[in-house]
C-alpha cells in the first residue's frame, strides 16, 4: 500500500470516527451528567432511604420559569420548604394554559448549587413527561424527592444551606411530535 493511499484511508477513518463521535456526544453527555450530577442534573430513584438519625435538614427552594413561546402561568406552590436528610418529600406546582388551543410543555430542570446534583433524588416527577394543558386548564403537578444523606459526608457539598430545585418549561410542537 502506498503512502498516499494509507494516509487517504486513514483521513476517511479519522472523518468517519469523529461523525460518529458528534452524533454520540449527545447521549453520552446526558449519560456522564447523570452519574456525575454534573451541572446540576439530578438523580433518579424508586424510594427514599428514610431520614438520617443526624436529623440534619435542608432548605429546598423552587424555582419555575416557562419560556416567553409557551402561553402558560407556571409556579410553585410554596417558594421553599426545609427538607430532613434522607426523607421523602413532595412538593407541587401549577400549570395553567392561558390560551384559547390545547397546548403541550415538557420541563427541563438543575439544581444548584450544581455540586448537589448528585445528591439530589427524584423519585417521581412532571418533568419526566410531556404535559398536554386544554384551553383555560390548570392542573397540579408533583415531585416526589429526597435529598441523599451522603451530601453531609461530602467536603465539597457538606456547607450547603440551600438548593434550589429549578424548573424550565418549553412548548412542544405538534408537528415534531411522532404519530
Known amino acids: 500500500m502506498t503512502p498516499i493511499v494509507r494516509t487517504g484511508l486513514l483521513a476517511v477513518s479519522l472523518a468517519c470516527g469523529m461523525t460518529g463521535l458528534g ?5 453520552l453527555y446526558e449519560a456522564f451528567c447523570q452519574a456525575t450530577g454534573f451541572g446540576g442534573t439530578t438523580q433518579r430513584a424508586d424510594v427514599a432511604p428514610g431520614a438520617v438519625t ?8 423552587f424555582d419555575a420559569n416557562h419560556t416567553p413561546s409557551l402561553p402558560w402561568e407556571f409556579k410553585p406552590e ?3 420548604e426545609p427538607v430532613t436528610l434522607g426523607e421523602r418529600e413532595i412538593a407541587f406546582f401549577t400549570a395553567k394554559n392561558l390560551s384559547d388551543k390545547p397546548v403541550t410543555g415538557r420541563a427541563t430542570f438543575n439544581v444548584t448549587p450544581t455540586q448537589a446534583g448528585k445528591y439530589f ?3 417521581q416527577c412532571f418533568c419526566f413527561t410531556e ?4 384551553p383555560g386548564k390548570q392542573v397540579r403537578m408533583p415531585v416526589t424527592f429526597y435529598v441523599d444523606p451522603k451530601i453531609a459526608d461530602d467536603p465539597d457539598a457538606k456547607d450547603i ?4 430545585l429549578s ?3 418549553y412548548p412542544i410542537d405538534e408537528a415534531d411530535k411522532p404519530s
Not at 54 to 61: L, M
Not at 131 to 134: I, R
Not at 161 to 164: D, N, Q, S, V
Open 78 to 80: 410554596r417558594t421553599s
Open 23 to 27: 452524533y454520540a456526544s449527545v447521549p
Open 121 to 123: 433524588n427524584k423519585i
Open 54 to 61: 443526624t436529623g440534619k435538614r435542608i432548605s429546598i427552594r
Open 131 to 134: 404535559q398536554t394543558l386544554l
Open 167 to 169: 424548573y424550565t418549561f
Open 161 to 164: 444551606e440551600e438548593i434550589t
